[in-house]
């Protein structure tokens, strides 16, 4: 990485690469526009790094969890809410008696 006070330009060039801006860009920008860039990319990092940790956090609980007490080890909705939704299901009992409510009446039909 080049020396900021000793070759800035080239620096700032470094600087911006890194940030993710092209070659061709890094001409036409002021240090300004470089350095907003640089910050948003930081940000984008600092993101990064803190969902890979809460993603790691979690895995670690939840793998306690599964070792201690596998009773209470949550389903994925339960554990990640924001991420995945319930998926209801209709009672099997229920759609037997509509089943059998329906085949009757099918029959009294057939049979009039």
Do not use: C
């Not at 620096?11 to 070659?23: N, R």
């Not at 984008?44 to 080890?73: C, D, R």
Request: glycine letters at 4%.
């Amino acid at each position: 990485m080049p020396d900021p006070e000793a070759n800035y330009p080239q620096y700032l060039v470094h600087t911006a690469l890194t940030a993710g801006i092209p070659w061709h860009r890094t001409g036409d920008m002021t240090t300004e526009e470089v350095a907003q860039v640089v910050h948003a990319r930081q940000e984008q990092v600092k993101e990064q790094a803190q969902l890979m940790a809460w993603i790691a956090y979690n895995g670690a609980a939840l793998t306690g969890v599964a070792i201690n007490e596998p009773g209470k080890f949550p389903e994925l909705e339960d554990a990640f809410p924001s991420l995945f939704e319930r998926e209801t299901y209709q009672d099997w009992r229920i759609m037997k008696e509509r089943m059998e409510d329906y085949a009757r009446e099918k029959e009294r039909r057939k049979a009039q």
